[in-house]
Protein backbone atom coordinates (compact mmCIF):
# COMPACT_ATOMS: atom_id res chain seq x y z
CA UNK A 1 0.00 0.00 0.00
CA UNK A 2 1.17 3.79 -0.33
CA UNK A 3 -0.25 6.39 2.18
CA UNK A 4 -1.46 10.18 1.84
CA UNK A 5 -0.90 11.95 4.98
CA UNK A 6 -2.01 15.73 4.83
CA UNK A 7 -1.24 17.57 8.10
CA UNK A 8 -3.58 21.15 9.21
CA UNK A 9 -1.40 22.47 12.06
CA UNK A 10 -3.93 25.25 13.02
CA UNK A 11 -5.56 24.72 16.65
CA UNK A 12 -7.45 27.25 19.09
CA UNK A 13 -4.91 26.03 21.81
CA UNK A 14 -2.16 24.54 21.78
CA UNK A 15 -2.53 21.28 25.21
CA UNK A 16 0.07 21.26 27.47
CA UNK A 17 1.43 17.79 26.26
CA UNK A 18 1.14 18.82 22.72
CA UNK A 19 4.53 18.11 20.62
CA UNK A 20 3.40 17.98 17.98
CA UNK A 21 3.23 20.65 14.81
CA UNK A 22 0.78 23.15 15.56
CA UNK A 23 -0.37 26.79 15.52
CA UNK A 24 -2.75 28.40 17.52
CA UNK A 25 -4.98 31.86 16.98
CA UNK A 26 -3.60 31.37 13.43
CA UNK A 27 -6.80 30.97 11.94
CA UNK A 28 -6.05 33.50 9.36
CA UNK A 29 -3.74 31.25 6.96
CA UNK A 30 -6.04 28.45 6.98
CA UNK A 31 -6.99 29.58 3.70
CA UNK A 32 -3.98 30.81 1.94
CA UNK A 33 -1.87 27.36 3.90
CA UNK A 34 -4.75 25.19 1.99
CA UNK A 35 -3.18 27.32 -1.21
CA UNK A 36 -0.10 25.79 0.01
CA UNK A 37 -1.24 22.37 -0.10
CA UNK A 38 -2.55 22.23 -3.49
CA UNK A 39 1.25 23.81 -4.29
CA UNK A 40 2.73 20.67 -2.91
CA UNK A 41 0.62 18.26 -3.91
CA UNK A 42 1.20 19.72 -7.39
CA UNK A 43 4.83 18.45 -7.38
CA UNK A 44 4.28 15.45 -5.04
CA UNK A 45 1.41 13.91 -6.94
CA UNK A 46 3.46 12.08 -9.94
CA UNK A 47 6.02 10.74 -7.31
CA UNK A 48 2.52 8.62 -5.53
CA UNK A 49 0.09 8.60 -8.54
CA UNK A 50 -2.56 6.56 -6.82
CA UNK A 51 -1.97 6.28 -2.80
CA UNK A 52 -4.55 3.55 -1.22
CA UNK A 53 -5.48 5.34 2.20
CA UNK A 54 -5.77 9.36 3.66
CA UNK A 55 -5.25 10.35 6.75
CA UNK A 56 -5.68 14.14 7.66
CA UNK A 57 -4.41 14.91 10.85
CA UNK A 58 -2.95 17.70 13.25
CA UNK A 59 -3.10 20.29 14.78
CA UNK A 60 -7.01 20.37 14.87
CA UNK A 61 -8.28 19.07 11.03
CA UNK A 62 -11.93 19.92 12.25
CA UNK A 63 -10.91 23.63 13.05
CA UNK A 64 -11.66 24.91 9.49
CA UNK A 65 -14.77 26.17 9.00
CA UNK A 66 -17.01 23.71 6.21
CA UNK A 67 -16.27 25.95 3.32
CA UNK A 68 -12.29 25.41 4.29
CA UNK A 69 -12.97 22.01 4.18
CA UNK A 70 -14.88 21.58 1.27
CA UNK A 71 -11.69 24.00 -0.38
CA UNK A 72 -9.18 21.48 1.25
CA UNK A 73 -11.17 18.44 -0.44
CA UNK A 74 -11.58 20.03 -3.58
CA UNK A 75 -7.86 20.62 -3.45
CA UNK A 76 -6.85 17.08 -2.97
CA UNK A 77 -9.18 15.56 -5.18
CA UNK A 78 -7.60 17.86 -8.01
CA UNK A 79 -4.79 15.61 -7.44
CA UNK A 80 -5.33 12.35 -6.37
CA UNK A 81 -8.79 11.70 -7.50
CA UNK A 82 -11.86 11.77 -5.14
CA UNK A 83 -12.09 11.65 -1.72
CA UNK A 84 -14.53 8.82 -1.97
CA UNK A 85 -11.69 6.50 -3.37
CA UNK A 86 -9.38 5.94 -1.32
CA UNK A 87 -9.61 2.43 0.18
CA UNK A 88 -9.80 4.13 3.73
CA UNK A 89 -9.67 8.17 4.66
CA UNK A 90 -9.29 8.89 8.83
CA UNK A 91 -9.89 12.77 9.57
CA UNK A 92 -9.19 13.77 12.92
CA UNK A 93 -11.52 15.82 15.03
CA UNK A 94 -12.05 17.33 18.56
CA UNK A 95 -14.83 17.85 19.73
CA UNK A 96 -15.22 21.09 20.24
CA UNK A 97 -14.78 21.98 16.87
CA UNK A 98 -16.67 19.13 15.56
CA UNK A 99 -20.25 20.21 14.10
CA UNK A 100 -22.97 18.69 12.94
CA UNK A 101 -22.54 20.72 9.61
CA UNK A 102 -18.72 19.80 9.58
CA UNK A 103 -19.68 15.89 10.15
CA UNK A 104 -21.99 16.04 6.83
CA UNK A 105 -19.50 17.58 4.87
CA UNK A 106 -16.87 15.04 5.77
CA UNK A 107 -19.28 12.27 5.25
CA UNK A 108 -19.99 13.95 1.60
CA UNK A 109 -16.79 14.31 0.48
CA UNK A 110 -15.99 10.66 1.61
CA UNK A 111 -14.39 10.27 5.04
CA UNK A 112 -14.68 6.76 5.93
CA UNK A 113 -13.58 7.32 9.31
CA UNK A 114 -12.97 9.50 12.10
CA UNK A 115 -10.72 9.82 15.10
CA UNK A 116 -12.02 11.66 17.93
CA UNK A 117 -9.79 12.69 20.93
CA UNK A 118 -11.27 11.77 24.23
CA UNK A 119 -7.93 11.84 26.30
CA UNK A 120 -10.01 10.98 29.73
CA UNK A 121 -13.95 11.16 30.71
CA UNK A 122 -13.21 13.74 34.13
CA UNK A 123 -13.43 17.24 32.97
CA UNK A 124 -10.95 17.68 35.91
CA UNK A 125 -8.05 16.01 34.11
CA UNK A 126 -9.39 17.47 30.26
CA UNK A 127 -9.00 20.78 32.02
CA UNK A 128 -5.73 20.21 33.35
CA UNK A 129 -4.46 18.56 29.68
CA UNK A 130 -5.62 22.45 28.85
CA UNK A 131 -8.35 20.51 26.65
CA UNK A 132 -11.08 22.88 25.53
CA UNK A 133 -14.21 20.44 25.30
CA UNK A 134 -16.26 18.47 27.97
CA UNK A 135 -16.63 15.01 28.11
CA UNK A 136 -20.39 16.06 27.44
CA UNK A 137 -19.15 17.91 23.76
CA UNK A 138 -17.45 15.06 23.03
CA UNK A 139 -20.76 12.98 23.33
CA UNK A 140 -22.02 15.32 21.78
CA UNK A 141 -19.52 15.31 19.14
CA UNK A 142 -19.84 11.70 18.74
CA UNK A 143 -23.35 11.59 18.15
CA UNK A 144 -22.99 13.91 15.18
CA UNK A 145 -20.71 11.74 13.56
CA UNK A 146 -23.08 8.93 14.02
CA UNK A 147 -25.74 10.35 13.11
CA UNK A 148 -24.27 11.62 10.22
CA UNK A 149 -23.58 7.85 8.91
CA UNK A 150 -19.68 7.14 10.47
CA UNK A 151 -20.03 3.46 11.05
CA UNK A 152 -15.97 3.48 11.90
CA UNK A 153 -14.48 5.50 14.76
CA UNK A 154 -11.58 5.82 16.62
CA UNK A 155 -11.43 7.24 20.30
CA UNK A 156 -8.66 8.74 21.51
CA UNK A 157 -7.31 7.90 25.28
CA UNK A 158 -4.37 8.84 27.26
CA UNK A 159 -2.66 7.34 30.45
CA UNK A 160 -0.07 8.26 33.00
CA UNK A 161 -1.79 11.83 33.00
CA UNK A 162 -1.33 14.54 36.39
CA UNK A 163 -4.04 12.96 38.42
CA UNK A 164 -5.12 10.24 37.46
CA UNK A 165 -6.31 7.17 39.34
CA UNK A 166 -6.24 3.66 37.63
CA UNK A 167 -9.84 3.80 38.40
CA UNK A 168 -10.05 7.14 36.69
CA UNK A 169 -8.66 5.39 33.37
CA UNK A 170 -11.00 2.53 34.27
CA UNK A 171 -13.87 4.51 34.03
CA UNK A 172 -12.93 6.37 31.28
CA UNK A 173 -11.99 3.22 28.92
CA UNK A 174 -15.50 1.56 30.07
CA UNK A 175 -17.43 4.24 28.74
CA UNK A 176 -15.42 4.51 25.86
CA UNK A 177 -16.12 0.83 25.74
CA UNK A 178 -19.92 1.82 26.02
CA UNK A 179 -20.32 3.85 23.04
CA UNK A 180 -19.33 0.90 20.69
CA UNK A 181 -16.79 2.88 18.85
CA UNK A 182 -15.11 0.74 16.32
CA UNK A 183 -11.87 1.14 17.17
CA UNK A 184 -10.08 2.42 20.47
CA UNK A 185 -6.43 3.79 20.78
CA UNK A 186 -4.56 4.89 24.09
CA UNK A 187 -1.07 6.49 25.06
CA UNK A 188 0.59 7.31 27.52
CA UNK A 189 1.55 10.68 28.48
CA UNK A 190 5.05 11.66 27.42
CA UNK A 191 6.78 15.43 28.40
CA UNK A 192 8.85 16.55 25.42
CA UNK A 193 10.65 19.94 25.79
CA UNK A 194 9.34 23.27 24.91
CA UNK A 195 5.72 21.99 25.34
CA UNK A 196 4.08 23.52 28.50
CA UNK A 197 4.13 20.82 30.23
CA UNK A 198 7.92 20.69 30.61
CA UNK A 199 7.74 24.40 31.60
CA UNK A 200 5.62 23.22 34.48
CA UNK A 201 7.93 20.62 35.34
CA UNK A 202 5.42 17.93 35.02
CA UNK A 203 6.59 14.60 35.14
CA UNK A 204 5.58 11.19 33.76
CA UNK A 205 4.50 8.51 35.39
CA UNK A 206 5.43 5.08 33.87
CA UNK A 207 4.39 2.57 36.70
CA UNK A 208 1.27 4.36 36.86
CA UNK A 209 0.32 4.43 33.02
CA UNK A 210 1.69 0.93 33.22
CA UNK A 211 -0.89 -0.24 35.24
CA UNK A 212 -3.73 1.23 32.87
CA UNK A 213 -2.36 -0.31 30.24
CA UNK A 214 -2.34 -3.91 31.94
CA UNK A 215 -5.91 -3.16 33.48
CA UNK A 216 -7.19 -2.24 29.94
CA UNK A 217 -6.35 -5.48 28.20
CA UNK A 218 -8.72 -7.90 29.78
CA UNK A 219 -11.95 -4.65 29.60
CA UNK A 220 -10.88 -4.83 25.78
CA UNK A 221 -10.61 -8.21 25.09
CA UNK A 222 -14.21 -9.10 27.12
CA UNK A 223 -15.52 -6.32 24.96
CA UNK A 224 -14.68 -7.73 21.21
CA UNK A 225 -11.44 -5.66 20.11
CA UNK A 226 -8.43 -7.04 18.76
CA UNK A 227 -4.97 -6.05 20.33
CA UNK A 228 -3.29 -5.74 16.93
CA UNK A 229 -0.58 -2.94 17.73
CA UNK A 230 0.65 -1.60 21.12
CA UNK A 231 -1.36 0.88 21.26
CA UNK A 232 -4.15 0.23 19.25
CA UNK A 233 -7.06 -2.26 19.51
CA UNK A 234 -10.04 -2.82 17.20
CA UNK A 235 -13.60 -4.34 16.28
CA UNK A 236 -12.64 -7.43 13.78
CA UNK A 237 -11.52 -6.12 10.27
CA UNK A 238 -11.40 -2.37 11.99
CA UNK A 239 -7.91 -1.96 11.52
CA UNK A 240 -6.31 1.14 10.74
CA UNK A 241 -5.40 0.57 7.06
CA UNK A 242 -2.95 3.63 6.72
CA UNK A 243 -0.86 3.01 10.22
CA UNK A 244 -0.58 -0.84 9.35
CA UNK A 245 1.24 0.60 5.94
CA UNK A 246 3.22 2.26 8.43
CA UNK A 247 4.42 -0.30 10.32
CA UNK A 248 4.77 -2.43 7.25
CA UNK A 249 7.27 -0.35 6.02
CA UNK A 250 5.59 0.94 2.84
CA UNK A 251 6.15 4.00 1.18
CA UNK A 252 3.80 7.56 2.45
CA UNK A 253 3.73 10.81 1.08
CA UNK A 254 3.08 13.60 3.66
CA UNK A 255 1.90 17.04 2.92
CA UNK A 256 2.10 20.68 4.91
CA UNK A 257 4.14 21.09 8.03
CA UNK A 258 6.19 18.73 9.89
CA UNK A 259 4.62 15.99 6.89
CA UNK A 260 7.41 12.91 6.90
CA UNK A 261 7.33 11.22 3.34
CA UNK A 262 9.18 7.33 2.60
CA UNK A 263 9.75 6.08 -0.40
CA UNK A 264 12.35 3.17 -1.66
CA UNK A 265 14.26 3.96 1.40
CA UNK A 266 14.52 8.10 1.69
CA UNK A 267 12.59 9.13 4.09
CA UNK A 268 12.40 12.79 4.49
CA UNK A 269 9.90 15.51 6.71
CA UNK A 270 8.83 19.07 5.87
CA UNK A 271 9.73 22.03 8.04
CA UNK A 272 7.70 22.54 10.85
CA UNK A 273 7.63 26.07 10.49
CA UNK A 274 3.84 27.99 9.15
CA UNK A 275 5.34 30.59 7.56
CA UNK A 276 8.35 28.75 6.20
CA UNK A 277 6.27 26.13 4.70
CA UNK A 278 3.62 28.63 2.55
CA UNK A 279 6.23 30.29 1.56
CA UNK A 280 8.58 27.21 0.10
CA UNK A 281 5.69 25.33 -1.23
CA UNK A 282 5.26 26.63 -4.26
CA UNK A 283 8.89 26.34 -5.07
CA UNK A 284 10.38 24.52 -7.96
CA UNK A 285 12.42 22.83 -5.13
CA UNK A 286 8.98 22.19 -3.00
CA UNK A 287 8.81 23.32 0.64
CA UNK A 288 11.91 23.60 3.04
CA UNK A 289 13.24 20.16 4.78
CA UNK A 290 13.44 19.40 8.41
CA UNK A 291 15.63 16.45 7.88
CA UNK A 292 16.03 13.91 4.81
CA UNK A 293 18.19 10.70 4.28
CA UNK A 294 18.49 7.43 3.04
CA UNK A 295 18.55 4.59 4.85
CA UNK A 296 21.39 2.03 3.97
CA UNK A 297 20.32 -1.59 3.99
CA UNK A 298 21.09 -2.24 7.21
CA UNK A 299 19.00 -0.09 8.40
CA UNK A 300 16.35 -0.57 6.39
CA UNK A 301 16.32 -4.05 7.78
CA UNK A 302 16.55 -3.25 11.43
CA UNK A 303 13.84 -0.79 10.51
CA UNK A 304 11.52 -3.10 9.14
CA UNK A 305 11.93 -5.58 12.12
CA UNK A 306 11.13 -2.48 14.69
CA UNK A 307 7.96 -1.48 12.89
CA UNK A 308 6.94 -5.23 11.94
CA UNK A 309 7.13 -5.44 15.90
CA UNK A 310 4.89 -2.71 17.13
CA UNK A 311 1.92 -5.60 15.71
CA UNK A 312 0.79 -8.38 18.38
CA UNK A 313 0.91 -10.42 15.75
CA UNK A 314 4.64 -9.60 15.31
CA UNK A 315 6.75 -10.19 11.82
CA UNK A 316 8.20 -13.31 9.68
CA UNK A 317 11.60 -12.20 8.23
CA UNK A 318 13.21 -13.38 5.10
CA UNK A 319 15.80 -15.80 5.85
CA UNK A 320 18.85 -13.17 5.03
CA UNK A 321 17.65 -10.47 7.49
CA UNK A 322 17.00 -13.02 10.11
CA UNK A 323 20.66 -14.28 10.19
CA UNK A 324 21.83 -10.66 10.39
CA UNK A 325 20.25 -10.14 13.19
CA UNK A 326 20.66 -13.63 14.55
CA UNK A 327 22.46 -12.86 17.63
CA UNK A 328 20.27 -9.79 18.93
CA UNK A 329 17.16 -11.79 18.11
CA UNK A 330 18.25 -14.74 20.59
CA UNK A 331 19.36 -12.37 23.43
CA UNK A 332 15.99 -10.90 23.43
CA UNK A 333 14.52 -14.49 23.18
CA UNK A 334 16.61 -15.46 26.27
CA UNK A 335 15.73 -12.68 28.16
CA UNK A 336 11.84 -13.46 27.76
CA UNK A 337 10.72 -10.17 25.59
CA UNK A 338 10.87 -11.94 22.34
CA UNK A 339 8.47 -15.30 21.10
CA UNK A 340 10.63 -16.75 18.08
CA UNK A 341 9.49 -19.52 16.12
CA UNK A 342 10.72 -20.39 12.89
CA UNK A 343 12.06 -17.19 11.42
CA UNK A 344 8.52 -15.46 12.92
CA UNK A 345 9.02 -12.77 15.92
CA UNK A 346 6.57 -10.99 17.89
CA UNK A 347 7.16 -9.68 20.67
CA UNK A 348 5.58 -11.02 24.40
CA UNK A 349 1.74 -10.33 25.21
CA UNK A 350 3.40 -9.28 28.83
CA UNK A 351 6.38 -7.30 27.52
CA UNK A 352 4.45 -5.22 25.58
CA UNK A 353 4.71 -2.33 27.83
CA UNK A 354 8.22 -2.56 27.54
CA UNK A 355 8.96 -2.90 24.09
CA UNK A 356 11.17 0.28 23.69
CA UNK A 357 13.59 -2.44 25.81
CA UNK A 358 12.81 -4.39 22.16
CA UNK A 359 13.70 -1.86 19.91
CA UNK A 360 16.85 -0.75 21.49
CA UNK A 361 18.63 -3.35 19.99
CA UNK A 362 17.64 -3.19 16.39
CA UNK A 363 18.35 0.59 16.36
Not at 21 to 26: H, L, N
Not at 77 to 99: C, I, M, Q, W
Not at 145 to 174: C, I, K, V, W, Y
Not at 195 to 205: L, S, W
Amino acid sequence: MTGLYVHIPFCRRKCGYCDFSSAAGMDALIGPYIEALGAEAARSAPLFAAPDTLYIGGGTPSLPSPEQLDSLFRTLSDRFGPVKKFFESTFEANPESLTPEKAAVLKAAGITRVSLGLQASQDRLLARLGRLASFRDFLQAFRALRLAGFDNLNLDLMTGLPGQSREDFLETLRAAIALGPEHISFYALEVHPGTPFAAEGVREDPEAAAGMFHDALPELEKAGYLHYEISNFAKPGRECAHNLNYWDQGDYLGLGTAAASHKDGRRWSNTGDVARYMTTAASASGPDLECSETLSPQERSAERIMLGLRKTAGIELPEDIFVEFRERIAGLSARGLLEVSGRRLRIKREALYVSNAVFREFV
